[in-house]
């Protein structure tokens, strides 16, 4: 059995791409290539919320089946990986009822809520799904900083404390 860490680790990493998401949304001005930035963040989430699934309450096939046929919420998460993030099904049909990518966000954190509340037993129970609006690497990439920069402030932190 996969440990509750790994899965914490995979609940944390489709948290931190719906947190990319969600600054993508903020910032769309500032980005080029963010449909590209969108499908890898996506990409990740439904991997990552999945793969938690996969390896707790989906093991049982009854109850996955079970899932599939009773939970709106899984069937979504395992078709967009199914046949369109994992890999490309040519009948594949996007729905994005979306007003807007945070409302996209939005909806997908309730999404990764359900999911850590379907597999909490199999989870540590400190870990608690924080949302932030926040990408360390876009943020570096729009307010252009470099790691000469990145250096230079850390030692600034270190000089006050």
């Known amino acids: 059995m996969v440990e509750q860490w790994e899965l914490a680790r995979n609940l ?3 948290k931190k791409a719906l947190d990319s998401l969600w600054f993508i949304s903020q910032h769309l ?5 963010a449909h590209e930035l969108c499908y890898d963040r996506r990409s990740r989430y439904y991997i990552n919320a999945c793969a938690v699934l996969d390896n707790t309450v989906c093991k049982n096939r009854n109850y996955k089946k079970q899932l599939q046929q009773s939970d709106s919420i899984v069937v979504q998460l ?6 369109h993030y994992a890999h490309k099904d040519k009948d594949y049909m996007p729905s994005f009822p979306y007003a807007s990518l945070e409302a996209e966000a939005i909806s997908l954190q309730r999404e990764l809520q359900h999911v850590r509340e379907l597999c909490k037993e199999y989870l540590p129970n400190v870990i608690t799904l924080d949302f932030v609006c926040y990408d ?13 920069d990145e250096e ?3 030692q600034q932190k270190m000089s006050i404390i």
Not at 78 to 83: I, S
Request: no cysteine; aromatic share 10%.
């Open 136 to 148: 360390g690497e876009l943020f570096r990439r729009i307010e252009k900083i470099n790691p000469k």
């Open 78 to 83: 395992f078709t967009e990986r199914d046949k």
């Open 29 to 33: 001005q500032d980005l080029y290539s």
């Open 152 to 154: 230079r402030i850390k």
């Open 12 to 14: 944390i990493d489709a």
